[in-house]
């Protein structure tokens, strides 16, 4: 069979890897420029590999083969310099956590780190080069998919008897193209995340992240929402994300370089019911109101004291930013988030301060807007010619699932 694979991302290695070795005709079309451009994959940025049933999609994935994956990143790393870990191994702190209301999620992590996943993914292409039936086609955005039972054309004019469209988040204007065309792909189509980048000294946390690196807990609020915490980095770095028309905060860590304080999200899941069903555009009206506030291209950044008090920030004290000053306002998040996703924030953290003291000092930094939008869930069965792999699919939302997820997808194909 000729397959097309769209995007070169986490999925379409796993589903490179696997069928490799095949007699199929592989091309592959990626719209940057090359494998070093920056904006290629997802998986250019802090590079966790997270082993777990419990979070990084909604798609059930053997551990064994989450293993196999995480083994295969990193063993295109020359210094095998990564850090590890098990997210609540030790029973004393799941035990302390779950008494205080949180629950615990169960995970071992491997964090290669940004600087080093370049080289991953450039020695992922090279070995995949390498293999005669698979052919790259960078600097090709694809803008359009047609369909028949017996053919998919990409671009209205290369021609494919299947078309395995693996764009993660940032394609997700083909993908809305192709469910304009087909609306029975969706399966669902109702959840955000939205909430705040936390930054505080390594010394409050400093136990924690030498337990686990990352833990990730998840807390039923009073005001009914669940709220989580996402990304935790030790000594790490606050970033900017910018979407093209509003722009939110994230997080990193570097393996070399390191900085005084750790961050981490707190996102509260918006779950709506019908007539709601634009969840991005939700949170996209959120964001701009945010940097309506900041100024363009900007976020609010705030000490978690006047959070509470909802009172401009004007001055800081003992915890400074990671992200540069250009950046962000100080300001008041009150103004552009809704009530009922701030306490739920504020109850989350002055919960989690009973188990870290420390957390909800005065002058420890809250800076918004943080978002994660869930893509679409879209259906595989719908169309045997037609599968969606990895953050695209709307299954799942890590490196690791995407990367099995495209595993998984080969593998069927493999066996027709
Ligand atoms: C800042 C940041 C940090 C993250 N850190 C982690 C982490 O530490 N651990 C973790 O597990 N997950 C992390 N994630 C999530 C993780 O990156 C994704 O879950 C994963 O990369 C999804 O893989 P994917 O293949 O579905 O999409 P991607 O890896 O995003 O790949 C999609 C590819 O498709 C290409 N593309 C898009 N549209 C088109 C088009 N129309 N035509 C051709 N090509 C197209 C893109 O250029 C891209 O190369 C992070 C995400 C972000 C944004």
Known sequence: MKIAIVG??????????????????????????DIYSSSISGIRADGKLFVSKEMGGDIDIDLLLQKKLVDFYTSHID?????TGTSFGNTGYYQEFYKKGFQPINADFYHI??????????????????????HFHFDYTVTTIERTNDQVKI??????????????????????????????????????DLGIRFELPDHIVEDLNREMYEFKIK??????????????????????????????????AKLKE???????????????????????????????????????????????????????????YRVHPTLPMENYILGDINLAFPRRIIESIIDFLEHLNEVIPGITNP????????????????????????KFIGDCSGHTRSIIYATAHGYMVAEELIRL
């Open 79 to 83: 210094s095998k310099n990564i850090e």
């Open 155 to 192: 671009n209205g004019s290369e021609i494919f008897d299947i078309a395995v469209i693996a764009v993660g988040r940032s394609g997700h204007q083909l993908v809305k193209t192709i469910i304009k065309k087909s609306p029975k792909l969706i399966l669902d189509n109702t959840k955000v």
């Open 113 to 134: 780190g940004t600087d080093q996943l370049k080289e991953v993914l450039f020695r992922i292409y090279e070995n995949f080069k390498s293999n005669e039936n698979i």
């Open 363 to 386: 002058d420890n930094l809250v800076i918004a807007p943080e978002i994660k939008f869930y893509s679409n869930k879209v259906s595989n069965d719908l169309f045997p010619n037609l």
């Open 219 to 252: 807390y039923k609020s009073r005001t009914g929402f669940i709220v989580r915490t996402f990304c935790n980095n030790p000594s790490g770095f606050v970033v900017l994300e910018h979407y093209g028309d509003f722009t939110t905060v994230n997080g990193h």
């Open 258 to 316: 390191k900085s005084k304080n750790t961050n981490f999200a707190v996102l509260v899941t918006i779950q709506l019911t019908e007539p709601f069903n634009d969840p991005t555009g939700y949170g996209s009206h959120i964001a701009k109101m945010s940097n309506l506030l900041a100024g363009q291209e900007k976020v609010i950044l705030q000490t978690y004291q006047n959070f509470k008090d909802s009172k401009r920030t004007k001055n800081l």
């Open 8 to 33: 070169f991302g986490a999925a379409a290695i796993g589903f490179i890897e696997r069928i490799k070795d095949s007699e199929h005709e592989i091309h592959v079309f990626e719209k940057s420029a």
